[in-house]
């Protein structure tokens, strides 16, 4: 076997317009791409640095880095499971480990993965928090795709900017992601405004260390980690607070983690979200193998861009189809 050669780049993808949570507003994706090429063959990989868990492109390419020894030595996905911590930097060198595989094998990452076959999905479509009269108009001009996530978390508006949402959008699945945004003292009063709203899920209402107020609390519409939610290790103490585990690849460090996610939910009687960070096309595509198990699929980022990588995941509205082969797998 010939020595691997690995690659890395820190790249930026514009943003169409803003992209506005709980957190602040960013007017650009900033990527870590990595490619690695063996015998001929290249795979690549794409994660999303998130300030959120102590991460920048500086940070990841040093993780990168400190392991590139144990890639261009031959490093299984396995080997790398125990040779980095979970996160963005271990999701881009395992997605590139997958696509590379699938290359050299001929045989697609789905099949890899024991997956028959991937049909299109319906992706949620997402709000940007804003004044409640901005979200109802971006609601409207989005009203025709079948299920919205809104963006919460910006204190004593979030009632009001549900009820317009909902006002604009009569007839959409919506999805409510406070981000870590709200409080035990707010929690029943947006809850409730949710209910009120048919909202069909409510994301991260509180920070990940407060959490436990959930503990017992009687709620009609269904609880969804996400911050929460990273490894095998906590669903335990999940289970007992939510009714589903938002799954990013960059929080599972890559996708051998977030199968192993998956099996593990499933086990705990957790419902399954794929969601993503803000990114291109490259890394929905290996998250795209987690849909057959997910009662919402979360991958409308690149809908968000300005620009996408070329070839890219193909959109219809909100249908999303699986990824071609010579863009990953």
């Known amino acids: 076997m010939t020595r691997r050669t690995i690659g890395t780049a820190v790249q930026s993808w514009p943003v169409a317009g803003s992209f506005t949570i709980a957190r602040g507003s ?33 940070t990841v390419l040093a993780q990168i880095e400190a392991v590139a020894g144990l890639i261009e030595e031959g490093c299984s996905r396995a080997g790398l499971l125990t040779a980095m911590k979970a996160g963005a930097a ?13 290359k050299k094998s001929g045989v697609p990452a789905h099949v890899l993965a024991g997956i028959d ?15 409640p009269q901005r979200m109802a108009a971006d609601a409207a001009a989005a009203s025709e795709r ?21 006002e604009a959008a009569p007839d959409a699945t919506l999805i409510v992601d406070a981000n870590e945004g709200w409080t035990p003292d707010t ?12 909202v069909d899920c409510v994301e991260q209402p509180l920070p990940a260390n407060a959490d436990d107020a959930l503990f017992g609390l009687d709620h009609e519409v269904p609880l969804c980690a996400d911050e929460s939610a990273h490894g095998i290790e906590e669903l335990d103490r999940l289970a007992a607070l939510y009714d589903m ?20 939910a499933k086990a705990h ?34 809908l968000l861009l300005a620009k996408d990588r070329e070839p890219g995941m193909h959109y219809e509205g909100s249908i999303v189809y699986p990824p071609s082969r010579s863009l990953w797998g």
Not at 96 to 101: C, H, R, S, Y
């Open 187 to 198: 929690l029943i009063r947006n809850l409730d405004a949710c209910r009120d709203a048919g």
């Open 90 to 102: 271990r999701n881009a060198l395992d997605c590139a480990l997958w696509d590379l595989e699938a």
């Open 269 to 302: 009687d957790l419902g399954i979200m794929v969601g993503c960070m803000l990114g291109s096309s490259l890394a929905m595509a290996p998250a795209f193998l987690l849909t057959p198990w997910a009662r919402f699929v979360d991958l409308d980022a690149p």
């Open 146 to 166: 079948p299920i919205l996530k809104i963006k919460l978390g910006g204190g004593d508006d979030d009632p009001a900017r549900i009820a317009a949402v909902r």
């Open 26 to 58: 960013r007017t650009e994706a900033v990527v870590v791409s990595v490619s690695l090429e063996e015998d001929g063959f290249e795979g690549h990989g794409e994660c999303t640095p998130y300030a959120r868990y102590g991460e920048t492109p500086q």
């Open 245 to 264: 585990i938002n799954i990013k690849l960059d929080k599972t460090g890559g996708l051998t983690g977030a199968l192993q996610l998956v099996s593990a």
């Open 117 to 131: 076959r991937l049909s299109p999905v319906t992706t949620a479509f997402t709000i940007s928090l804003g004044s």
